[in-house]
């Protein structure tokens, strides 16, 4: 194997492959889901040998999880305000699903393989539960509050991203934040019912 330190122009080549590799795994995986989703379907799309898949991403899972990888950075984001959160919170994920077509193939995927359900589910784990930790009056109470705000923000994400509901599609950056701000706002700070 070439040491890429010593070789700045196989370092661009096998970037430019990794790119290639991503990109027709993205779109394989949303067109077919995970369990049709083959490696040498995803090869030939990408116009490379099968084994270069293998090479660079292990297995299935491995190409998969590189594809689809989310960080929506909750557990370091800003808590102050308090009072703004939930608004800040909506304008964030906003800017997930508009910026990352991903999230788009795996939530239609999601719905229906484990493997992609998993993937969603961890960001709920290590993303939005440590925040409604940080947040919420209770912390035992942060599981709950987390799974709230979750089903918040994929339910527009599904209606508006997904399946293009006219109205959903219809709504303003600032109109979904003012909507669905004091929403999550209550979910992570407001006392247990």
Same mark, same amino acid.
């Given at each position: =194997?070439?040491?890429?330190?010593?070789?700045?122009?196989?370092?661009?080549? %096998?970037?430019?492959?990794?790119?290639?590799?991503?990109?027709?795994?993205? $779109?394989?995986? *949303?067109?077919?889901?995970?369990?049709?989703? +083959?490696?040498?379907?995803?090869?030939?799309?990408?116009?490379?040998?099968? %084994? /270069?898949? /293998?090479? &660079?991403?292990?297995?299935?899972?491995?190409?998969?999880?590189?594809?689809? %990888?989310?960080?929506?950075?909750?557990?370091? =984001?800003?808590?102050? !305000?308090?009072?703004?959160?939930?608004?800040?919170?909506?304008?964030?994920?906003? +800017?997930?699903? $508009? $910026?990352?077509?991903?999230?788009?193939?795996? =939530?239609?995927?999601?719905?229906?393989?484990?493997?992609?359900?998993?993937? /969603?589910?961890?960001?709920?784990?290590?993303?939005?539960? !440590?925040?409604?930790?940080?947040?919420? #009056?209770?912390?035992?109470?942060? @599981?709950?509050?987390? *799974?709230?705000?979750? %089903?918040?923000?994929?339910?527009?994400?599904?209606?508006? &991203?997904?399946?293009?509901? @006219?109205? *959903?599609? *219809?709504?303003?950056?600032?109109?979904?934040?003012?909507?669905?701000?004091?929403?999550?706002?209550?979910?992570? +700070?407001? @006392?247990? #019912?």
């Amino acid at each position: =194997m070439t040491d890429h330190t010593e070789n700045p122009q196989a370092a661009r080549r %096998s970037d430019a492959t990794r790119a290639t590799i991503l990109a027709a795994a993205r $779109e394989r995986f *949303a067109a077919d889901g995970y369990e049709k989703a +083959t490696i040498r379907a995803i090869a030939r799309d990408a116009e490379i040998d099968p %084994s /270069m898949v /293998m090479r &660079y991403y292990g297995n299935k899972a491995g190409l998969f999880a590189a594809a689809v %990888s989310i960080d929506p950075g909750l557990p370091g =984001m800003p808590v102050e !305000p308090g009072e703004a959160i939930g608004r800040t919170l909506v304008r964030r994920f906003l +800017t997930l699903w $508009e $910026e990352n077509a991903e999230l788009t193939a795996l =939530m239609r995927v999601g719905v229906t393989d484990p493997v992609a359900a998993d993937r /969603m589910q961890s960001v709920l784990r290590d993303q939005l539960i !440590p925040l409604a930790r940080r947040l919420g #009056p209770e912390p035992e109470q942060a @599981p709950a509050r987390a *799974a709230l705000c979750a %089903s918040t923000v994929l339910g527009l994400a599904l209606t508006r &991203y997904v399946l293009r509901f @006219p109205a *959903a599609v *219809a709504l303003g950056r600032e109109e979904i934040v003012d909507w669905l701000g004091p929403t999550l706002q209550r979910y992570l +700070t407001a @006392p247990t #019912p």
